[in-house]
Each structure stands twice: as C-alpha cells, then as structure tokens.
T-cell receptor, first 111, second 114 residues
Framework: DAKTTQPNSMESNEEEPVHLPCNHSTISGTDYIHWYRQLPSQGPEYVIHGLTSNVNNRMASLAIAEDRKSSTLILHRATLRDAAVYYCILRDPVDDYKLSFGAGTTVTVRA | NAGVMQNPRHLVRRRGQEARLRCSPMKGHSHVYWYRQLPEEGLKFMVYLQKENIIDESGMPKERFSAEFPKEGPSILRIQQVVRGDSAAYFC????????????FGSGTRLTVV
C-alpha cells in the first residue's frame, strides 16, 4: 500500500491560513488523495479529495503537485473549530473501502 | 436523520464480560464499516458489511470478535470475554455504495475494560 507522511503537529493563529503538507512519493496513478479530520472525541469527518487537479470546497482547498508525489490541504481562515487531527489518506483502488489512517497532523489554533 | 448513530458512547466492562456495540447507519446507507482506534494510534479497519453479509473481515481479530448487520436493525460489533487490550474507541462508518467517495462516521463507542 502506498504510504503518506505528514508532520506531527502544526500551530496557527485564528483567521490565518493553514497549509498542511502530505508526502506520498509511492502513489500509484489511480490512487485518489483523501483528507479527513477528527475533532476531539469525535469520529473522522470527510474534508476533501482529488486525483490530479486542485480542488476547492466549502471546507478547504487541495493543491496537488504536478508529479502527484505530494499535496497540501489549505484551510483559508482557521477558526478554533478547525482544531483537529488531519489525516491524508490514499484510496486503494482495489480495496477502496479500507481507509488507512496514519498518525495525522494535529492542528492547534490560537485565539 | 442525524447521521451515523452509535451507542453507547461509553461502555465499561470487566475482564471476561461481553461488549456489544451498536451502529445505525445513515438513512438509505446499506454499507457499514467498523474501525478501531487504540490509544495514541490512528484508526484501523476491522470489517465491512452489507445487509446480512460480511464482505471483508480481514481486519478483525480471529478470536472473540464478531460483527453482523441484520436485515432489520443496527449493525452489532460483539466482543466476547473482553481483555484490557480491547480498550479503545470503536467507530462505525456508512456509505450509500461500496465504492463511495466519502464515508460518514459516527461519534464512536469508547470501551474501557477494567
């Protein structure tokens, strides 16, 4: 299975952008890049996903490198409610229902 | 529908007892997945079920653990003769189809074995 590497933690100030990097150098051509986040004492929540092109939704933006070996989740204006663990996950095209959660990046937002 | 409902939220069991965790998927979702999160670790896939069928149980421990998703009622994750190492948060997710773009997770059941 292709693996992802993320920083353990990241801090941000409220209303500032947050850029969360993810390395996935062994990604295959058919793997989708998914991001989930887990707020304290909650289950994971879907954030965004993409294959090759950059993607935007109401929660965040996803910037994917041209060679697809890395990607960046962008929270445009962090709020205190964005404090969570963010997981970068590659969807296995064979068993794509198995999400492989690593340690993720713990995001702290300062008021 | 408020989403994926799991109960109880917290469950305390003594070693050797049985634990039953329940999961009601989102309305219209017929695919259910169970994950386990041990302390300080990421979530690990356990089992994938459709109504009345186990599709993939490759992540389930071979002994003491079982799961079902009957035609009527919630999905049940059953752990027999619990041990301290079973203490974890157990999350259920559901999707409309087996190859869904995204999954909706419940808030989990936190099992503590004393």
């Amino acid at each position: 299975d292709a693996k992802t590497t993320q920083p353990n933690s990241m801090e941000s100030n409220e209303e500032e952008p947050v850029h969360l990097p993810c390395n996935h150098s062994t990604i295959s051509g058919t793997d989708y890049i998914h991001w989930y986040r887990q707020l304290p004492s909650q289950g994971p929540e879907y954030v965004i996903h993409g294959l090759t092109s950059n993607v935007n939704n109401r929660m965040a933006s996803l910037a994917i490198a041209e060679d697809r070996k890395s990607s960046t989740l962008i929270l445009h204006r962090a709020t205190l409610r964005d404090a969570a663990v963010y997981y970068c996950i590659l969807r296995d095209p064979v068993d794509d229902y198995k999400l492989s959660f690593g340690a993720g990046t713990t995001v702290t937002v300062r008021a | 529908n408020a989403g994926v409902m799991q109960n109880p939220r917290h469950l305390v069991r003594r070693r050797g007892q049985e634990a039953r965790l329940r999961c009601s998927p989102m309305k219209g979702h017929s695919h259910v997945y169970w994950y386990r999160q041990l302390p300080e670790e990421g979530l690990k896939f356990m089992v994938y079920l459709q109504k009345e069928n186990i599709i993939d149980e490759s992540g389930m421990p071979k002994e003491r653990f079982s799961a079902e998703f009957p035609k009527e009622g919630p999905s049940i994750l059953r752990i027999q003769q619990v041990v301290r190492g079973d203490s974890a948060a157990y999350f259920c997710a559901s999707s409309l189809s087996g190859t869904g773009v995204s999954y909706t997770f419940g808030s989990g059941t936190r099992l503590t074995v004393v």
